[in-house]
């Protein structure tokens, strides 16, 4: 089927970014979260950030017109039911996830692909709540989405193939590379990335070495573009530990253990960038580790 019209539920990183893509890509968006607030920021950010595109030349200031111009909002999320593909980009909490399907279900047309940008939860799950589990699946893109070149397509067990093939059509309008993923909690990159996080996070607990000798040591002697623990306030840590707990409790296996220290963070509302502390302070001139 040809999509032309892309609902985006959530108005945060992951769902301005989505709809700034898709809409420097020719498709009408409709983006919708719960305040005012939210749409206006997100839609500041979105100017934003493609007034960098054009200082770098990557896009024309008639391109950020027209994509600009191919963006609306709404704080309706039953407006969406209109659009060709919806694609869930709200908090990685399932029950948050699974009650606005419900809200949204009885006013999707008939062809409407739902998708959700779950980072490790269950597809084949979260389809079999819905009244389209062939029209559902995983549509998984990276943070920064303008930057990160990778979108994960992940199948649910009744996911068809006139679905998968229109999202990865999708994929390829955008301009970035798909990599297919079965449904098995976090995928592809979170089931290796995730991990590494946490034992950094462990590697810390345990006074191995400090925030900055941890970041460092992975930035030099081993050529990551960022620290693991720098990387985890980027992501925020909240959504760290909510992936952690989806592969220990889907996987069942020791290794997937949250370390206590990331939880205690979490406690403590420290959950990274967007909240001014994490593993580094970032309210002053320059982020100081915290540890």
Excluded at 3 to 18: K, L
């Amino acid at each position: 089927m040809a999509i032309q019209t892309i609902g985006v539920i959530g108005a945060g990183q992951m769902g301005n970014g989505i709809a700034h893509v898709m809409a420097l890509a020719n498709y009408n968006v409709l983006l919708t979260d719960i305040s005012q607030d939210a749409l206006d920021q997100a839609m500041e950010t979105i100017r934003t950030n493609m007034e960098r595109q054009v200082s770098r030349g990557k896009i024309s200031q008639e391109d950020m017109a027209a994509g600009l111009g191919r963006i609306k909002t709404t704080l309706k999320l039953t407006d969406l039911g209109q659009t060709d593909l919806v694609i869930e980009a709200a908090t990685e909490r399932e029950a948050v996830k699974q009650a606005i399907f419900d809200e949204l279900l009885p006013h999707l047309q008939p062809h409407t692909i739902l998708t959700s940008n779950t980072s490790s939860i269950s597809i084949t799950r979260l389809a079999s709540r819905t009244d389209r589990p062939e029209k559902f699946m995983g549509f998984h893109f990276m943070n920064p989405v303008p930057v990160m070149q990778l979108v994960e397509l992940i199948r649910g067990i009744a996911t068809d193939s006139e679905t998968f093939d229109a999202c990865m059509n999708v994929v390829e309008q955008i301009r970035k590379t798909s990599a297919t993923a079965e449904d098995f909690p976090g995928f592809i990159v979170n089931r290796i990335l995730m991990p590494m996080i946490n034992e950094a996070v462990y590697t810390l607990y345990e006074g191995v070495g400090n925030v900055r000798s941890i970041d460092q040591s992975m930035r030099l002697g081993a050529n990551h573009p960022m620290g693991p623990l720098e990387l985890a306030d980027f992501i925020g840590l909240d959504t760290c530990l909510a992936i952690m707990n989806v592969l220990h409790d889907g996987l069942a296996d020791t290794k997937y253990r949250p370390c206590p220290l990331l939880t205690k963070y979490v406690e403590a509302g420290w959950l990274g960038r967007k909240t001014g502390r994490g593993f580094y302070d970032y309210r002053g001139e320059e982020p100081v580790p915290t540890r």
